[in-house]
């Protein structure tokens, strides 16, 4: 993040254009992350200051260090999406846009629309990734709009015709220097209060309440091997302690460790986004949720499982097996038959029985050589796809820094 932060840092201008960047928080960090890493990633490919307008800075706040923050001032800037009438005061302030860009299909303020009937820039809707084959065709395809604009749609996806992924030019360089030196790895885990030494494979959970998370407990005590759970976030203890499977007092504090036979949990800090990749450079696999944080697990390419935001009519079971018959399409069949069965077990789909549960487990954990290969490999094809960036460039005709 360091060195992102001084390139946008050095080659930010004052005279140059602007790009808006809309952003309304419904899943904090989901939300958050993914906006703030698409200002970051504009402000670094392009020759452009990026204008983040979002309606719960403190949520941001969280996620970006003040120094962060301020070390990117001239190129990322953020604007507080508040009342119509304080957005339009702002407006009279700022030159026009060259780019638009919605989150989400967030509806943009009345005075904005206006303004961009007077200045025409290219409006993106952002939508959330999918690797539904639906997004490909739909892919910056143009919407005509009743104010005479045409809104692009961008879907992000692992398909070469999607719209690609955020991912910065200098990540394989940063994460095998970081793997590569044990002292940035103790240097890290001092900086952030982690414990240095672990028992038994180290998973990092970040995910969302559940009832399941009882039962995978259960499962992984029932494996009867070591294995060290870093909880990031309160959700996991929470549901951990409704379920009355962990004392009430266990987990309360940052640092907390709690042991159920070879099973030790340990409540780990909430780190700024800048540190999320390094957690997953340490652990030996993952449960990751939401959007950005599964896309930092597909560049790490370790073993993971994908806790995805549930939807209506579980709608998110669609966009879960989408992406994992791609993925796993050229994996052996036993890590990919466990793989798909505990992945709809953990988000809400086909509930799987205690026992076949654990045998599942087991059998990834037997085949954990050949799940760490194919994790790595599948890996290794998407760092070969063009970025989001790159994608967005073609798309805009415009060069790359």
């Known amino acids: 993040m360091q060195q992102q932060i001084s390139r946008v840092s050095s080659s930010s201008k004052c005279t140059a254009d602007?790009?808006?960047?809309?952003?309304r928080v419904i899943d904090n960090w989901g939300d958050v992350g993914v906006g703030w890493r698409l200002c970051m990633q504009l402000a670094c490919s392009f020759p452009w200051r990026v204008r983040l307008w979002i309606d719960d800075v403190a949520a941001l706040g969280k996620l970006v260090l003040a120094a962060e923050l301020a070390a990117v001032q001239d190129a990322v800037m953020v604007e507080k999406w508040s009342d119509e009438d304080s957005v339009s005061l702002r407006l009279a302030q700022l030159a026009d846009p060259v780019m638009v860009i919605e989150t989400f299909g967030c509806d943009l303020p009345s005075p904005v629309l206006r303004r961009m009937q007077q200045c025409q820039p290219l409006w993106l809707n952002w939508e959330y990734l999918t690797a539904e084959d639906w997004a490909v065709d739909l892919q910056a395809m143009p919407s005509l709009q009743g104010n005479g604009l045409a809104k692009y749609f961008w879907f992000m996806g692992i398909d070469q015709q999607s719209g690609g992924l955020l991912?910065?030019?200098?990540y394989l360089s940063r994460r095998n220097e970081f793997l590569q030196q044990p002292c940035l790895q103790q240097a890290f885990k001092?900086?952030?209060?982690?414990?240095?030494?672990?028992?038994?494979?180290?998973?990092?959970i970040f995910a969302y309440t559940s009832e399941r998370w009882a039962q995978w407990l259960s499962m992984w005590r029932g494996a009867n091997e070591p294995i060290t759970l870093w909880l990031a976030g309160h959700e996991v203890v929470d549901s951990l302690r409704a379920a009355g499977v962990i004392a009430a007092d266990a987990l309360q504090q940052v640092g907390d460790t709690f042991e159920l036979e070879q099973v030790t949990m340990v409540r780990i800090p909430f780190v700024p986004q800048s540190a999320f990749d390094n957690l997953l450079w340490l652990a030996d696999g993952a449960i990751v949720r939401g959007e950005d944080s599964f896309v930092r697990a597909l560049w790490a390419g370790l073993p993971f499982l994908w806790h995805i935001y549930q939807q209506e009519e579980a709608v998110h079971l669609q966009k879960l097996d989408a992406y994992w018959h791609k993925a796993s399409i050229n994996?052996?069949?036993?890590?990919?038959?466990?793989?798909?069965?505990l992945s709809a077990d953990l988000n809400g789909g086909e509930h799987l029985s205690e026992s076949l549960r654990l045998?599942?487990?087991q059998n990834l954990r037997s085949e954990w050589q050949n799940w760490v290969n194919a994790a790595s490999t599948w890996s290794d094809s998407l760092h070969l796809h063009s970025s989001a960036?790159?994608?967005?460039?073609?798309f805009r005709q415009i060069p790359l820094k």
């Not at 991912?167 to 200098?170: G, V, Y």
């Not at 001092?190 to 990092?204: A, T």
């Not at 960036?389 to 073609?394: I, Q, S, Y």
């Open 190 to 204: 001092q900086q952030y209060g982690l414990p240095l030494e672990h028992v038994g494979q180290l998973w990092l």
């Open 389 to 394: 960036m790159e994608r967005l460039a073609r």
């Open 18 to 23: 602007e790009v808006w960047v809309f952003v």
């Open 331 to 341: 994996w052996p069949a036993s890590v990919r038959e466990a793989v798909l069965a």
């Open 167 to 170: 991912r910065e030019a200098n």
């Open 359 to 361: 045998r599942l487990w």
